[in-house]
């Protein structure tokens, strides 16, 4: 082999090796998309999780628009971000065990905001804590169901979710007029 053959030989290996480095440098950076490997309640939960997720980003921001009351603004505004991580991590997830998703809400959730649109003052902060008060309770059960997974990444999403949809529901719990309507718990006797 002589000299021209040797070095032609040896640029086509570094090229080679490079294609390779940057293919493994590359893959490094995404995650791989993942075949099966998914229970059928697995794939059920990623869709009904982000629907719900984008269900209760498009409310609270609709509330953020209409509401005038700072601790409706508050609670929306936390909703949205907290909800809009979590839809990031859900999609993701879809995504890498190729479940199709939809992160536009559903049916009922354009209802609910038609319904809320129609309304002003006090009667849409009531109605508005009405509707996160119920979506945050089946979200619940949903991500407490989830979090039972034998799946991993689900299982660790479920149980990191959790606690952030208690405090929204405990949020909304607070603004919810009929809870200062209920009797004060009996005084322990003296």
């Given at each position: ?118 309304l002003r003052g006090s ?68």
């Open positions: 082999m002589d000299l021209t053959q040797t070095s032609f030989l040896l640029g086509i290996l570094a090229l080679a090796a490079l294609v390779i480095y940057y293919q493994l440098k590359d893959s490094a950076r995404h995650p791989v998309r993942i075949h099966g490997n998914i229970s059928k309640d697995d794939r059920r939960f990623l869709r009904l999780a982000v629907t719900v997720s984008a269900t209760e980003v498009t409310l609270s921001q609709l509330a953020l628009k209409t509401s005038a009351t700072a601790l409706v603004q508050y609670m929306a505004k936390r909703i949205v971000d907290d909800c809009t991580q979590v839809n990031r991590r859900l999609a993701s997830l879809a995504w890498r065990y190729r479940v199709n998703v939809s992160a536009e809400p559903g049916p009922e959730a354009q209802r609910k905001a038609k319904h809320l649109r129609a009667a849409f902060d009531q109605a508005y804590d009405a509707v996160i008060l119920e979506d945050h309770l089946k979200a619940i059960v949903l991500f407490a169901s989830a979090a039972r997974s034998t799946n991993a990444e689900i299982r660790d999403l479920a149980e990191a979710t959790l606690p952030t949809l208690d405090l929204h529901l405990k949020m909304a719990e607070e603004l919810d007029p009929r809870a200062g309507t209920s009797p004060a718990p009996p005084l322990p006797p003296m």
